[in-house]
């Protein structure tokens, strides 16, 4: 009797695994950076800052309040998202980033970042999809002379 019960439960055990639902593993998500945002060369005017705007969709800018822009390099941003072909994902990106020059306390401060495609972005068949961004940069009254950066904000990918 033993061994009947025991083989009714092993079968049991062995139909169960079998008619299982398969599990299922994504590719993970990478983010590539490509283009860092480049807001060309600018000043503010003792009196007063403003600002400058990238837009997601295109390398221009504008500028608004007391800034006197000087030409320079404007970029977008631009990063690479690699994973499962033809899934959806839901990128989210910071609220601020605060650039810095080099070494020092001064610093300015990027919001209202956009992206060039809307939530959720959809891989192609690939599994690939690059994404812009832009931001609005703010610079304060008599702004310090130098080169600001930040290498460290952090954008989210996560499959819907």
């Known amino acids: 009797m033993n061994k009947f019960l025991f083989g009714l439960i092993a079968?049991?055990?062995?139909?169960?695994?079998?008619?299982?639902?398969?599990?299922?593993?994504?590719?993970?998500?990478?983010?590539?950076?490509?283009?860092?945002?480049?807001?060309?060369?600018?000043?503010?005017?003792?009196?007063?800052?403003?600002?400058?705007?990238?837009?997601?969709?295109?390398?221009?800018?504008?500028?608004?309040?007391?800034?006197?822009?000087?030409?320079?390099?404007?970029?977008?941003?631009?990063?690479?998202?690699?994973?499962?072909?033809?899934?959806?994902?839901?990128?989210?990106?910071?609220?601020?980033?605060i650039i810095q020059k080099s070494t020092t306390s001064h610093t300015m401060t990027i919001s209202n970042l956009t992206l060039s495609t809307t939530n959720p972005v959809k891989l192609n068949k690939n599994g690939i999809k690059n994404v812009f961004f832009g931001g609005t940069l703010t610079v304060t009254t008599n702004q310090k002379k130098g080169t600001y950066k930040n290498e460290s904000f952090v954008v989210n990918a996560e499959y819907q």
């Open 11 to 97: 079968t049991a055990a062995l139909l169960s695994a079998l008619f299982a639902s398969p599990a299922t593993a994504q590719v993970p998500l990478v983010i590539e950076w490509k283009t860092n945002m480049k807001f060309g060369t600018f000043a503010a005017d003792l009196a007063g800052g403003g600002t400058v705007v990238i837009p997601a969709t295109s390398n221009t800018s504008t500028l608004t309040g007391l800034l006197t822009d000087f030409g320079g390099t404007v970029k977008r941003g631009k990063f690479k998202l690699t994973g499962e072909p033809k899934t959806w994902v839901v990128l989210t990106m910071p609220s601020t980033i």
